[in-house]
């Protein structure tokens, strides 16, 4: 066997990591517009980063400059979109991963009528896209909710954001469905946990004491029940559309055969299994609502809310893989860091320079779990190392370990297909260098593009091919068959 003939081989971006144009052309100011890049602090406190008050985030509305926020301005995409889905398309992309920022449609998430200037910038893009063939995968919901949701309402804590994100949505098949078939409504879904705010906009300070759990699974719950009436809204709106969920893979061993570390990393799978079981079999399972009891959190719902989940599930499975982790029972074993979660050192695996460990076999094991659980399509949307990447003098750059690291997660993604897991596509995290999600780094770089720019913000933003940009083409060309 090998992939499909059809295989979506390309990348994957969100509008807040490489846009820019934050206060562009009507858009309103989302959550990431006020995500700061700590230089003093260490890149693997993930919670030093997320860390968000309600004076911090006050701070950052008063502060009109993006030098210490650098989602306001990305890698100017805004304007460099045409150039940079050339060189997609010079690299062969099938298909690209892209979200909508919320905040171009509806600015503060409440109006009645959509932004005009947004719709068009977008309508664009996927005219571009749809010139090089290349197959748009649309996250609805990436990182980028309204800010003015957050301060209102503590964001998805309030039932009203299903009605406003909803609104949202249905604009957005109306709007692009004619470019579109593939969606998705929230990129890593399970995440509103470990980052609340930018998942959710959950500002900490507006919570109840002691009650930040009630919360968050209050906030995931009114998610699923606006992923579920999206879409049906994408399926009546869109003929043959296809409206998938996402999950953060954080598949997780135990670190030795003793049966607690097995049991400790049993409960961490089948807690990020549970958010892609309610949105793929309908309900929440019964395992989850017990520990939802055990934890003390009473999930507010409507009568018809379980109707709507039974009734609207996703059609395929999409999941970001970047690492594996382990878990155990001995509390001073070493920890290390990975996708904004920390987890017992690996002593097998490589570690990249912010601590994520590296496992093309995790890759595999986690193909094999997601399909025989859930028996629906599975699409891998995020996967990458990040990597600090020297330019030489005559402007080439030398990222072997980039090469490396793909070609041996390309491999094991092959292996999982010959044992029969159905896979529409890989998307690479990310084509072209963009800013940190967890960190807002510059130097923490995914792409086989190099975009000339440093953290603070300085540069050309001139676009540079990595060796990693000629290998990925190979790659597509002859659909995953050669890879050295």
């Given at each position: 066997m090998s992939f499909r003939k059809d295989f979506l081989w390309g990348g994957a971006i969100s509008a807040n990591q490489v846009e820019g144009a934050w206060n562009s052309d009507g858009k309103g100011m989302s959550v990431a517009d006020v995500a700061?890049?700590?230089?003093?602090?260490?890149?693997?406190?993930?919670?030093?980063?997320?860390?968000?008050?309600l004076s911090m985030i006050k701070e950052a509305i008063d502060d009109?400059?993006?030098?210490?926020?650098?989602?306001?301005?990305?890698?100017?995409?805004?304007?460099?979109?045409?150039?940079?889905?050339?060189?997609?398309?010079?690299?062969g992309f099938k298909s690209l991963r892209l979200s909508i920022a919320w905040t171009r449609i509806f600015p503060t998430g409440e109006e009645n009528e959509p932004n005009y200037d947004g719709i068009k910038y977008y309508e664009n893009i996927f005219k571009e896209l749809k010139k090089y063939n290349i197959e748009p995968i649309v996250t609805l919901s990436h990182y980028e909710m309204p800010l003015n949701l957050s301060l209102k309402y503590n964001g998805w804590v309030d039932r009203k954001l299903i009605?406003?994100?909803?609104?949202?949505?249905?604009?957005?098949?109306?709007?692009?469905?004619?470019y579109v078939k593939y969606?998705?409504?929230?990129?890593?879904?399970?995440?509103?946990?470990?980052?609340?705010?930018?998942?959710?906009?959950?500002?900490?300070?507006?919570?109840?004491?002691?009650?930040?759990?009630?919360?968050?699974?209050?906030?995931?719950?009114?998610?699923?029940?606006?992923?579920?009436?999206?879409?049906?809204?994408?399926h009546e709106i869109i003929k043959d559309s296809k409206m998938g969920c996402m999950l953060t893979k954080l598949t997780t061993y135990p670190n030795t055969c003793n049966p607690n570390d097995v049991l400790l990393s049993l409960s961490s799978n089948l807690g990020n299994y549970s958010h892609a079981d309610i949105q793929i079999f309908g309900e929440y399972p019964k395992l989850h609502?017990?520990?939802?009891?055990?934890?003390?959190?009473?999930?507010?719902?409507?009568?018809?809310?379980?109707?709507?989940?039974?009734?609207?599930?996703?059609?395929?499975?999409?999941?970001?893989?970047?690492?594996?982790?382990t878990e155990s029972s001995d509390s001073t074993k070493e920890k290390t860091a990975g996708n904004t979660i920390m987890g017992v050192k690996n002593p097998y695996l490589p570690s990249t320079e912010w601590g994520w460990q590296i496992d093309p076999v995790g890759l595999h094991i986690s193909l094999i779990e997601l399909y025989?659980?859930?028996?629906?399509?599975?699409?891998?949307?995020?996967?990458?190392?990040?990597?600090?990447?020297?330019?030489?003098?005559?402007?080439?750059?030398?990222?072997?370990?980039?090469?490396?690291?793909?070609?041996?997660?390309?491999?094991?993604?092959?292996?999982?297909?010959?044992?029969?897991?159905?896979?529409?596509?890989?998307?690479s995290w990310a084509p072209i260098d963009c800013i940190s999600v967890s960190t807002s780094q510059m130097s923490k770089r995914y792409g086989f593009i190099y975009v000339d720019q440093d953290d603070d913000g300085n540069g050309t933003l001139k676009r540079l091919k990595k060796d990693s940009f000629f290998w990925y083409k190979k790659v597509i060309s002859t659909n995953g068959e050669i890879l050295e």
């Open positions: 700061s890049y700590k230089p003093n602090l260490n890149v693997t406190d993930y919670a030093g980063h997320n860390k968000i008050t009109k400059s993006t030098k210490f926020y650098p989602k306001r301005r990305g890698i100017n995409f805004y304007n460099h979109y045409k150039e940079d889905i050339a060189l997609f398309a010079e690299m009605g406003y994100f909803v609104k949202f949505s249905k604009v957005c098949f109306e709007s692009f469905g004619k969606w998705l409504t929230f990129n890593e879904i399970d995440s509103v946990g470990r980052h609340p705010f930018i998942t959710a906009g959950i500002i900490p300070d507006q919570c109840e004491e002691g009650k930040l759990n009630n919360a968050i699974y209050q906030a995931l719950h009114h998610q699923y029940v606006a992923a579920a009436l999206a879409t049906k809204e994408c609502k017990t520990f939802l009891k055990n934890l003390g959190v009473e999930i507010k719902m409507e009568d018809n809310d379980e109707i709507i989940l039974k009734e609207n599930t996703a059609d395929y499975l999409a999941f970001s893989y970047y690492m594996s982790r025989d659980r859930y028996r629906i399509p599975l699409m891998i949307v995020e996967n990458g190392m990040g990597a600090k990447d020297v330019v030489l003098e005559d402007g080439t750059i030398h990222d072997s370990y980039r090469i490396e690291y793909f070609k041996e997660h390309i491999i094991e993604m092959k292996k999982a297909v010959d044992m029969g897991v159905d896979l529409l596509g890989y998307t």
